[in-house]
């Protein structure tokens, strides 16, 4: 079992940065694979990026967050988080961290944070 707790959310304006954190629990947070997701009003929940366990590579990133969104992973502090750039206002969203064993779908998933990102 895995619990997630996401954090750094808020209101930014077009063009600033947010880091958002998601702290895990559990001692093999090493062997999973976490990813960040968002959902935005009346929208499908979207895969902006995930990252594999311990060497964290194997990066993938969305079309719409490539080059200004960074996924990265700390084993030690059971942390992952995303640190988004160049923010533009279709990025308001509710933001969720997720886990994945591996071999497994993302069955663990953080109570999400919400970006409001204003024009």
């Known amino acids: 079992q895995v619990q997630l707790v996401e954090s750094g959310g808020g209101l930014v304006q077009a063009g600033g940065s947010l880091r958002l954190s998601c702290a895990a629990s559990?001692?093999?947070?090493?062997?999973?694979?976490m990813a960040w997701f968002r959902q935005a009003p009346g929208k499908e929940r979207e895969l902006l990026t995930s990252?594999?366990?311990?060497?964290?590579?194997?990066?993938y990133y969305a079309d719409s967050v490539k080059g200004r969104f960074t996924i990265s992973r700390d084993n030690a502090k059971n942390t992952v988080y995303l640190q988004m750039n160049s923010l533009k206002p279709e990025d308001t969203a509710v933001y969720y961290c997720?886990?994945?064993?591996?071999?497994?779908?993302?069955?663990?998933w953080g109570q999400g944070t919400q970006v409001t990102v204003s024009s």
């Open positions: 997720a886990a994945a064993y591996v071999g497994k779908g993302f069955d663990y």
């Open positions: 990252i594999t366990s311990w060497s964290g590579g194997n990066l």
């Open positions: 559990g001692r093999t947070f090493g062997n999973y694979i």
